[in-house]
Structure formats: structure tokens, C-alpha cells
């Protein structure tokens, strides 16, 4: 079973604007860059995601993000993915929180819509993330977020429902060297619920990100995802296995 709900409460990648003598950091996802990136699986999915960031003069700033996923719906891994299977668009705004073990914190909001031939859904998610200061873990970079969940799901038998739910990750990052280039690893848990319906995603992702170039400004991607959905109708489950998918792309920062 493919996954069934689509819902990163905030962006892959989340950056910053751009200032001429700021280094790009997109390892803290509490940076917003203007940006753009293109990824594409081993099943050749396409993944394509543009934001656009901006900031305030009490140095705030805010990200408006939307990204799309594409597939073939005849599983023909041998073409690229251009069937339509679930979008987001998202607003990201961070601050500075003037306390020394979480010193910036985000607020996000979010539309999710899936139309695939197993589910259709129409999600709305309001949502949070804090950095961890990296001096209290090691030199980590730790985000926790969380965010809750509210909206209609279709399977293709017909069965509707209205479903609320919550969300929670945590993203773990660590640099390798000096060049910027960092490990990340992604655990996620999605659990909605509704009369009829309930369902649960359960995710790692892990990832390795290096600029391509002096400025940081174009960076490889790449992820592996290890995920499950479960899905019960009345209390009765349906089938499903752990899913894998690897990831490779490139985004560039303006």
C-alpha cells in the first residue's frame, strides 16, 4: 500500500533570504531561503518544491512554500512520473525566542491534498518546530516539531470520513567537515483518526546534503525513506507492508 497521507508539517529544507555576506545553512531548518529543488526516486517519482522567503526588520522572517509529487500510476518504473499525487502549500513564519536552550522557534500552516487511485484527501495542519540549542546536545542539530491535523479522506471503495489527528518528528542533523555538508535523520509519526476511518503513518527519513559549489548556493540532495501506513475501516486493517524509496536531487538558493 502506498503511503496514504502526504504531511511534512514543515519544509524538507527550509532556508533563509539570502544576504550577501550570509553563509547558507540549510542544515537548520529554521533558516528560510528562497529556493527551488527538483528530486526524482529510484521508481522515478518526481519530487519538485519552490519557496519564497522573506524578512522583517525585527528580524523575523517567513517562508511561503509549495511543493508537488508526481508518479506513474501504472507503476512503470521505467518512465518518469507524471500522474499527479499530492501537493502542499505551506506558510512558515520564525523567530527568535530569547531563551538560551530553545533560541528560535517556527509556526507553520498547511494544506495537503492527495488524489491518488487509493485515497483522496483534503488536510489542513497547524504546526510548530523549536531548535534545540547545539551546545546542550553535543553539537547536534535537534528540531522537534509537532503539529495537529484536521480534514476529509476518500478511499477508492467510497468509504469517507472526517478525520483530526496529530503529528511529530524529530530531525536530527550533524555536519561532516567544514564544507557545510550534513547527515540528517527524520523520524515522523501521523495518527488521524474519524467514525470510520483511522490511520497511521509511521517514518524514518535519513539523508546526506553537500553544496556543489563555494557559495552553498546549489546543493545535491539525497534521502532514503523506510515508511508504513496503516489503515483501519470499522476497526478492521487493511494490508500493509514498510515501503523503501530513495531519493536524488538538486536545489538551488537565490
Known amino acids: ?22 553563509v547558507i545553512d540549510p542544515a537548520d531548518v529554521t533558516n528560510v531561503y528562497t529556493q527551488t529543488a527538483l528530486m526524482v526516486s529510484g521508481d522515478s517519482s518526481l519530487l519538485w518544491q519552490g519557496q519564497v522567503a522573506g524578512g522583517m526588520e525585527n528580524g523575523q522572517q517567513f517562508a511561503l512554500l509549495a511543493e508537488a509529487t508526481f508518479d506513474n500510476e501504472d507503476n512503470d ?8 499525487q499530492n501537493s502542499r502549500v505551506q506558510y512558515f513564519h520564525v523567530f527568535d525566542t530569547g531563551i538560551n536552550s ?10 495537503i ?6 485515497v483522496k484527501n483534503d ?10 540549542n547545539p551546545a546542550s546536545v553535543g553539537g547536534l542539530l535537534v528540531f522537534p516539531m509537532a503539529n495537529v491535523i484536521a480534514g476529509n479522506m476518500e478511499l477508492a471503495d467510497g468509504t ?4 483530526t489527528g496529530f503529528g511529530a518528528s524529530l530531525i536530527t542533523a550533524k555536519y561532516i567537515g567544514d564544507t557545510g555538508a550534513y547527515v540528517v535523520v527524520t523520524p515522523e509519526i501521523q495518527n ?3 467514525d470510520t476511518l483511522d490511520v497511521q503513518n509511521i ?14 548556493s546549489t546543493w545535491i540532495n539525497t534521502r532514503f525513506d523506510f515508511a508504513k501506513s496503516t489503515i483501519s475501516v470499522n476497526g478492521t486493517d487493511l494490508d500493509a507492508d514498510w515501503e523503501t524509496k530513495a531519493w536524488l536531487g538538486v536545489r538551488h538558493d537565490f
Open 123 to 132: 488536510l489542513l495542519a497547524v504546526g510548530g518546530v523549536a531548535a534545540v
Open 203 to 216: 517514518t524514518v527519513k535519513t539523508g546526506l546534503n553537500a553544496p556543489l559549489n563555494s557559495n552553498r
Open 160 to 163: 469517507k470520513d472526517d478525520l
Open 102 to 111: 530553545t533560541p528560535k522557534a517556527g509556526v507553520s500552516f498547511d494544506y
Open 77 to 84: 518504473s521505467n518512465k518518469f512520473g507524471l500522474d499527479y
Open 113 to 118: 491534498n492527495t488524489r491518488t487511485n487509493a
Open 192 to 194: 488521524l483518526s474519524g
Open 1 to 22: 500500500m502506498k503511503k496514504l497521507v502526504l504531511l511534512t508539517p514543515l519544509a524538507l529544507a527550509l532556508s533563509t533570504p539570502t544576504f550577501a555576506d550570509e
